[in-house]
């Protein structure tokens, strides 16, 4: 029997042939040269239609400049003071991450910014706008067939060059753009990286020790000693911070008790043997992947009355757990399985293939190795997620080589690193490798309590800048690039949250009560009542959707954003 197995398309390129009118303009090769600016694609454009675009030529291999050439889509938005104090460049993540997150930001997490400073975008090459490589739609009998039909259509394609949509070819078009955008006018350039951005910008700062004026790491993916098949062991590593946080918080604290990472423990292993709450009928591949899930997005609100349900396990707990196994895994006639499939975000697997089995794979653990790892975890990736990756990385890795490659940066230009201790994607206890590839003093790291991937998205704090710490950080080391950066916000942080809002609660759990069944009769819900309980708050239901499709894709993949 085939199957169709789906890759997470990106947007704008899913919707090519219908926006073609909207392509934006291309700039010729050639670094004095300005670019040729116009209208964004819709989904680059900020709210104020103030962002101009334009289709950057640059080689397909920075080695062979006159050889085949590929477009890359750099996008601008104007300082709003019309007066700019310099730029800032902002580098997704992934790898295979689209870049057009960054312009819906502008008006709020980067408005402090916005105001000032110039803001570009350098969607990656492969992704996206830029020129890309995708995997084809086509029926297969395996994930094997599937990822070697997409490894092997690509290189009829692309040759050799297909390996060149790598890491230090970006770092290099970027290189190439920060010249570009200085043709008429010189500012000075900040880079800011998040996730698989931060090995994008350490590149950068590797084939252009002196390409800005400085760089910011956030959420720093270390070029030795890690890779992706530490991912299961990681998020076990951030479970266990997280169950420290619970044992401090009085209210988690009444209801897990005072050492909750044993409870949760003792609970999973009685119910991975089948002793305890066999009625629940999660499998423990999906309580392992909503571990996994939840840990990556910092929803322990979430997580944690999953864990006093199942330690608990009454008629109601089996309910409500029944009802969690319905929402996030296929149940409730497809409702809920097609939500998270359409609001997929922008993702090139192609991409994310090509790079993550060549460049983030320093530590390497065997299929055998991971699966026995997983036998007794809290968390971890399914042994389907694991057999796909060892077909991966068979078909995909082991492809190139270059003198940057699993190499530590050198460089002098300031640098700030930022992480946060519940980060599983890029665990705060890697931060020793970057530190140590630390030159001067400039170079600083600061780490973020309660905080999980991407520091400068999830660090709310009770401030008067309307920031979150992790922007108040950033904006207090470029306008100081010498000075220790102000890190006062961090003791304003709003912390963590294990009480689940009500909305969230009935529709998941089927009752108003997360951890308890008190506050209302657990419901056996069906497909009916959660399509009309969507409706009661559609904002909050399509928040809910976006979050968990982000988390549920990302886990299929061990990705780094």
């Known amino acids: 029997m085939n199957t169709m ?89 992934g790898p295979g991450g689209s870049g057009a997150v960054f312009p819906s930001l502008y008006d709020s997490l980067l408005k402090q910014f916005a105001e000032d400073y110039d803001l570009y975008v350098l969607e990656h090459r492969g992704v996206g706008w830029s020129t890309s490589i995708i995997c084809p739609q086509v029926p297969a009998d395996s994930y094997k067939e599937f990822t070697t039909i997409c490894h092997d259509t690509l290189y009829d394609e692309w040759g050799e060059n297909l390996y060149n949509f790598n890491t230090t070819n970006a770092a290099k078009d970027l290189d190439y753009v920060i010249g570009k955008s200085k043709a008429i006018n010189w500012y000075p350039s900040y880079v800011y990286g998040v996730s698989y951005g931060t090995l994008w910008a350490q590149r950068f700062s590797q084939v252009a020790p002196t390409g800005a004026q400085a760089v910011i790491l956030d959420s720093v993916v270390p070029p030795t000693g890690f890779g992706v098949d530490l991912w299961d062991e990681n998020s076990n590593g951030i ?10 918080d009085p209210f988690c604290q009444s209801k897990l008790g005072n050492n909750t990472a044993q409870l949760v423990k003792d609970t999973v292993a009685d119910f991975y043997s089948g002793q305890h709450c066999p009625e629940v009928k999660l499998t423990k591949d999906q309580l392992q992947e909503l571990g996994m899930t939840f840990i990556q997005r910092s929803q322990e609100e979430m997580l944690m009355p999953i864990y006093h349900r199942l330690a608990r396990c009454n008629a109601d707990d089996v309910t409500a757990l029944n009802n969690v196994q319905k929402f996030f895994f296929g149940g409730y006639d497809g409702f809920m399985a097609s939500r998270f ?68 940066m ?141 988390s549920l894709h990302f886990v299929g993949k061990p990705m780094m954003h």
Not at 382 to 395: C, F, I, P, Q
Not at 474 to 485: G, I, T
């Open 5 to 93: 197995f789906k890759t997470a398309l990106p947007l704008a390129v899913a919707g090519f042939a219908s926006q073609a009118l909207a392509s934006p303009p291309g700039s010729d090769f050639g670094r004095y040269i300005d670019f040729n600016w116009g209208d964004c694609p819709e989904v680059f454009q900020s709210a104020d239609n103030k962002n101009q675009c334009s289709l950057a030529e640059v080689p397909a291999n920075w080695n062979d400049p006159a050889g085949q050439k590929i477009d890359v889509l750099v996008s601008k938005h104007p300082a709003n003071s019309g007066k700019a104090k310099g730029q800032l460049w902002l580098l997704q993540g």
């Open 239 to 248: 479970f266990d911070k997280v169950a420290e946080y619970c044992d401090s």
């Open 341 to 408: 499939e359409d609001a997929k975000p922008s993702f090139s697997d192609a991409v994310f293939n090509v790079i993550a089995f060549n460049e983030i794979s320093g530590a390497r653990k065997s299929t055998a190795e991971k699966i026995a790892y997983c036998d007794t975890a809290v968390t971890c990736s399914s042994t389907e997620r694991h057999l796909n990756t060892e077909a991966d990385y068979k078909v995909w890795g082991d492809k190139y080589v270059d003198p940057y490659i699993y190499k530590d």
């Open 410 to 550: 050198f460089h002098y230009m300031p640098t700030l690193a930022i992480n946060g201790d519940l980060d599983p994607q890029t665990p705060h206890f890697h931060a020793e490798r970057i530190k140590g590839a630390f030159s001067n003093i400039n170079q600083r790291y600061v780490e973020f309590p309660f905080t999980a991937h991407a520091a400068a998205f999830v660090t709310p704090a009770k401030t008067t800048t309307g920031n979150t710490c992790g922007v108040d950080v950033m904006f207090s080391f470029v306008n100081r690039l010498w000075d220790q950066p102000d890190t006062s916000c961090i003791d304003k942080l709003v912390g963590m949250n294990f009480d689940l809002p009500d909305f969230y609660s009935q529709i998941i759990f089927g009752t108003t009560g997360d951890f308890d069944e008190y506050d209302s009769p657990t419901v056996d819900l069906t497909s009916f009542q959660v399509e009309a309980l969507s409706t009661t708050d559609n904002l909050k239901f399509e928040k809910l959707v976006k979050q968990v499709s982000a």
